[in-house]
């Protein structure tokens, strides 16, 4: 049995990766920050008391800041395969965390990096790298494209990115990039934009909210749908040789067309709700984000199903039925349909859940 370490396993990815390593057999371990509430309602579903017989998902306390406990957690583990998908991800929020943001995402992962090397667990490493990292390059944006980020966000990727290669390079490590675009679903962070909208439709069909506050609503992103692609991390690490794989469906939408896309689809006109919030606004922006996947979809087999206008009703669809409400039920169909592996098992009323852990 392969054993798996995810780091952010309580996130958006982290949480179909786990799923997605189960199904394929693994044992799981993941590392969770101490909190005194509890933040993994995205595993609760898969979660099994590590006393009963069978159980094959492990958490431990650790944090990307603390070398010691990461270099002990591998050692004593020794996971084949590392997954590092932890870190202070949102954009916006990276510009008043910056010193904070660098930590956790930059030096984190060369902590990481460093526990594999010392512990001498022979580990295959994947990390988390952004499309971020472009900012301001020009599109398409694929392997070769040169980084102009424009954030602390991914100022910190792009040298998590580089101290990925200097490891691979220098101590002829496998490990793997892989710059994800936007990737997106009913489990996105509530302040992501894309789940901002989709939550906020729901709130304002049933009366609790009249207006959404956004930023920038002209920004272009590829958006695709999540599950897809934390099956590309695993196929990255599958592969013969280690390498780096953009990541993305080829297709860029403004903010206001996901917006109006997700408006129109549960019947409300968008122009009634929607207000702009310069504190949303970000000292630099990233204007246009477009990926070039070729690369995955040539050596990898990888190319997502999923495409926009599917991705945004599937999104409605589950926050609207997560809360009671009935759903246009478009976005179901696409779920039901064979061009996804996954059935999204996490959206449950939370008062009707186990403990859990």
Known sequence: ???????????????????????????????????????????????????????????????????????????????????????????????????????????????????????????????????????????PQSEETPFKPRSPYAVAKVYAYWMVRNYREGYHMFAANGILFNHESPRRGETFVTRKITRAIVHIVAGKQRYLYLGNLEAKRDWGYAPEYVEAMWLMLQHDVASDYVLGTGETHTVKEFLQEAFTYAGIDWHEHVRTDPRYLRPLEVDLLVADASRAKQELGWEPKVKFKDLVKIMVDLDMEATGLTPPGEGKKVLASNAVWYVDRALIDPRTKGVGI
Do not use: C, W
């Not at 392969?2 to 952010?8: E, F, P």
């Not at 590092?84 to 916006?92: K, T």
């Open 1 to 139: 049995m392969k054993k798996a370490l995810v780091t952010g396993i309580t996130g958006q990815d982290g949480s179909y990766l786990a799923e997605f390593l189960l199904a394929k057999g693994y044992e799981v371990h993941g590392i969770i920050r101490r909190s005194s509430t509890f933040s993994t309602s995205r595993i609760d579903h898969i979660y099994v008391d590590p006393h009963e017989p069978g159980a094959r998902l492990f958490l431990h306390y650790g944090d990307l800041s603390d070398s010691t406990q990461l270099t002990n957690l591998i050692y004593s583990i020794r996971p084949d395969e590392i997954y590092n998908l932890g870190a202070q991800s949102h954009v916006r929020v990276s510009f008043d965390t910056a010193e904070y943001t660098g930590d956790v995402v930059a030096l984190g992962t060369t902590r990481i990096l460093e526990a594999v090397r010392q512990s001498g667990v022979k580990a295959r490493f994947y990390q988390a790298s952004s499309s971020e990292m472009f900012g301001a390059a020009p599109a």
